[in-house]
């Protein structure tokens, strides 16, 4: 089978898709046919081991896993004689940040990692809506939203924005999104009620208070953001902040009246059920930038490591036959 590999911590330009032996699964484990999956900024953390940190967890000298690939959408082709949940057919997805090994075209994986599709959800559409999704989830429940109050959400168009803007609509409030120009009517039409163009303008720099500051780029910090938190006010990040200091930060909330919040993520046992509820609702669609072949995905690599994606970017690794 075909599958994306590197052996070391490296650029998008040394990512080979090399032929290797499909996967046998255990007792417990079953082989999925892959046909989508995403590259997202934990693949890139991944592929790169940046932060450092990310080196304890996937081995310090070199990854532990060569297959690259976070999440996926496929069909169960066969399975262990332990497996008793799924059976051969069933259309899965699922998600795991350290790697599953999952930009091939056929993994295994155990049967407590894998989440049956919503009828109706294509494959494109289901490893479109975990990563960024799963990271979202985590914002919204680390605090207590109310009706009536105001957030502002800052990287409104990707992959953890523009899922926590569809999120975050369930509770009636004040949205405030920031994004590009070219993403003004997405954004819009995703629930935001203001919009700062930060090609523009400094959404630091405005005069509104809110009851939420959620940085799900990194790219500010607590002490930009501060200012526009009202007393009681909270700011959470996707990122570590330059020195580390949203690590640190929650441990001296008892001594503000603006607190921060270090989003560890929930589990996926929480966060993919609570994902297909809103899929089968169509209250979320995962907003898909643009699509890649496994044959080149070096190119998708280095599209979202830029930073400059639009929601998701999906890699189409086998062709979807027709019903």
């Known amino acids: 089978m075909k599958a994306a590999i590197r052996r070391n911590y490296c650029s998008p330009d040394q990512i080979k898709v090399e032929s290797v032996e499909k996967p046998t699964p255990k007792e417990d484990e079953v082989l999925i046919k892959v046909y989508a999956c995403t590259v997202n900024r934990t693949d890139c953390a991944n592929l790169t081991a940046k932060p450092f940190i990310m080196r304890f967890v996937l081995g310090f000298f070199k990854p532990r896993k060569i297959i690259l690939g976070t999440d996926f959408a496929g069909q169960i082709i066969s399975k262990g004689k332990g497996v008793k949940s799924f059976e051969i057919g069933d259309k899965v997805f699922g998600f795991f940040d350290t790697g599953v090994e999952s930009q091939a075209e056929y993994l295994t994986v155990s049967e407590e990692d894998i989440f049956s599709i919503p009828e109706k959800i294509d494959y494109k559409q289901a490893a479109a809506s975990l990563e960024g ?28 924005g523009s899922a926590l803007i569809q999120f975050v609509r369930q509770y009636d409030v004040k949205i405030t999104a ?142 979807i036959e027709p019903p």
Do not use: W
């Open 133 to 160: 999704a799963h990271y979202a989830y985590t914002f919204i429940h680390k605090v207590k939203i109310e009706k009536g109050q105001s957030i502002l959400i800052n990287g409104a168009t990707g992959g953890i």
């Open 178 to 319: 920031t994004c590009n120009t070219k993403n003004i009517e997405l954004i819009k039409s995703l629930g935001a009620d203001k919009i700062y163009d930060y090609t523009k303008e400094d959404f630091t720099k405005g005069d509104d208070r809110y009851d939420f500051v959620f940085d799900t780029v990194g790219k500010s910090t607590f002490g930009k953001c501060k200012p526009l938190l009202k007393d009681g006010g909270v700011y959470i990040s996707s990122e570590l902040g330059p020195f580390a200091q949203n690590v640190f930060y929650p441990l001296m909330n008892s001594f503000s009246n603006k607190k921060v919040i270090f989003p560890v993520p929930y589990s996926r046992q929480k966060t993919i059920p609570y994902i297909s509820n809103f899929l089968e609702q169509g209250k979320f669609k995962p907003v898909i930038d643009r699509e890649f072949t496994l044959d080149d995905i070096s190119k998708a690599y280095g599209y979202v490591i830029k930073g400059e994606k639009t929601g998701n970017v999906l890699v189409n690794v086998a062709t």
